[in-house]
T-cell receptor, first 111, second 113 residues
């Protein structure tokens, strides 16, 4: 069964304290891995798409990386406005365009 | 370019009723997918439509159905509502049916009493 696991479930950081979120996956055939950010009461906001092992994408304080078994979302010098739930999702060969989501990591950054 | 829009944003229904939710994709996007988000199960795929055809369906009962119109707008319907159907229903659009980024709308919050 295709599965996505995110860790930790929750993470509290001080402003400026860098850290990483993990997304491990067990799938039959990966078509793409996606990172989203979700604020309370809102829909997920797209961050990155990664397609192959070794690929990296960056946007402001965020950097996403991909290996054959997991992806990391690195947050450098976070600010309070980075507080949100970060969701990882995969598309697999046998499931068409359906996204399989992890449960998310809720990040709180305090000043 | 306008994002994905969903109406209504909030709904309160009682058990046994039915409900219809609407989604307008980003202009030019032809694929629309629906997801259910609950605190316990997270985000789960309901179904996907492309060119007015259902291309993929998740593991939900037949009470959940949908359709897509020629202008790519989509509706989903839930009949005989149950308490467990209370959730945030999210619509996402993408340009086509390949491995393409999906952009989400703000969701419709459904509460079943």
């Amino acid at each position: 069964e295709d599965q996505v696991t995110q860790s930790p479930e929750a993470l509290r950081l001080q402003e400026g304290e860098s850290s990483s979120l993990n997304c491990s996956y067990t799938v039959s055939g990966l078509r793409g891995l996606f990172w989203y950010r979700q604020d309370p009461g809102k829909g997920p906001e797209f961050l990155f798409t990664l397609y192959s092992a070794g690929e990296e994408k960056e946007k402001e304080r965020l950097k996403a990386t991909l290996t054959k078994k997991e992806s990391f979302l690195h947050i450098t010098a976070p600010k309070p406005e980075d507080s949100a739930t970060y969701l990882c999702a995969v598309q697999v060969d046998q499931a068409g365009t359906a996204l399989i989501f992890g449960k998310g990591t809720t990040l709180s950054v305090s000043s | 370019k306008a994002g994905v829009t969903q109406t209504p944003r909030y709904l309160i229904k009682t058990r046994g009723q039915q409900v219809t939710l609407s989604c307008s994709p980003i202009s030019g996007h032809r694929s629309v997918s629906w997801y259910q988000q609950t605190p316990g199960q997270g985000l789960q795929f309901l179904f996907e439509y492309f060119s007015e055809t259902q291309r993929n369906k998740g593991n939900f009962p037949g009470r959940f159905s949908g359709r897509q119109f020629s202008n790519s707008r989509s509706e989903m319907n839930v009949s005989t509502l149950e308490l467990g159907d209370s959730a945030l229903y999210l619509c996402a659009s993408s340009q086509d049916d390949s491995a393409d980024t999906q952009y989400f709308g703000p969701g419709t919050r459904l509460t079943v009493l």
